[in-house]
């Protein structure tokens, strides 16, 4: 077979890193390179292709001890800025998830079931340096004789702060729409009732697993740009699914696999991780990841090679489907025609938005780019690939 002519080590695009040779190109760049060139001459001129995804990732969140104090505690219930988090770990151990809310959300009195403060909000604030307000309550015992504490924090304050998240980078997302007649608050914003609008929620050609689609080069241990650190590929992310019905280029045509992350918080920039509130829905965290692609082979070259138009996704009800289990698809749609602003539903024009930001995917990848070329950053060969749905 063509693929088999081009066959790279991760210790051979390594050493052409290190002298400054390597080839490096982003997602958007490659689908071009493999259009005129064909995947094995792409295979043979490209080392490493870049990705990228910044979107709301919910499953997210912050591993965080807080240090000890005089006498010791053992926390049974912590807070930072009234957002609880989950004390069930250890002495001063936590973890904060990023759709939390405020016990006290100003907004959530007035309206029931809005939120504007959360999570997400509180690990951006101490990205930014501001001081947060901890407090921790314990049942108290002999070796950990306090029963509080409180007090203001930054960042630095944490002995340990670590963003690990269950499920980030989803390969393709649903299409939503609503076919009710009245409006409906989603994840996936807001839907205006019968079917007036349809939001999306991936970067589609420069998203991450969408360019490594059966999980080759992807897996335990794989760097990546996270927060605007650099994190790590720990396990599938909870949700993984690479059984998910695909296409004769391996492209999954619905949601699939899923990774799970994790990097030092503090080396991180609230730049890359953005706390946002949805309405209707509560609040959760804009998340910035990249992963780079090795072109080990020709196999891998085509599967960067893929573009928006090779890649779809199902339109489904968000008004009555989805919240019910029903599974149902109103037609396979395209991310060339989502990113153009307008899609067809059941004949009738409908405009789309995302939730996915392509601009700041896009910067992702460019940096990823640099950080490459410059021997900045090397690759690591997963210690175990995700599952692929094969075993």
Known sequence: MDNQKINKTYEEINARIKAGEAVVVTAEEMVDIVKKDGAEEAASKVDVVTTGTFAPMCSSGMFFNFGQMTPTIKASKVWLNKVSAYAGLAAVDAYLGVTEPAED???????????????????????????VLLEAKAYGTDCYAARKMKKEVLLNDFPYALLCNPRNGYQNYNCAVNLSEKVVYTYMGMLKPLCQNANFCSAGELSPLLNDPMYKTIGVGTKIFLGGGYGYVTWRGTQHNPTAPRNSGGVPTQPAGTLMVQGDLKKMSADWLRGVSIQGYGNTMAIGLGVPIPILNAEMARYTGV???????????????????????????????????????????VVTAPL???????????????????????????????PDGTA
Do not use: C, M, W
Not at 106 to 128: A, M, Q, S, T, W
């Open 105 to 131: 959300d100003p907004l959530n009195k007035v309206y029931p079931g809005e939120f504007l403060y959360g999570g997400g909000h509180v690990i951006e604030d101490l990205l930014r340096g501001r001081k």
């Open 356 to 386: 996915s930001s392509v601009v700041k995917a896009r910067e992702i990848a460019e940096i990823l780019k640099t950080e490459i070329k410059t021997g900045k950053f090397l690759l690591n060969k997963p210690a175990e690939l995700l």
């Open 307 to 349: 573009s928006d138009s090779d890649i779809v996704t199902q339109i489904i009800d968000y008004g009555h489907d989805y919240t019910n289990g029903i599974s149902r698809s109103y037609g396979e749609v395209s991310y060339a025609e989502l990113k153009s602003g307008e899609i067809r539903v059941n004949g009738k024009k």
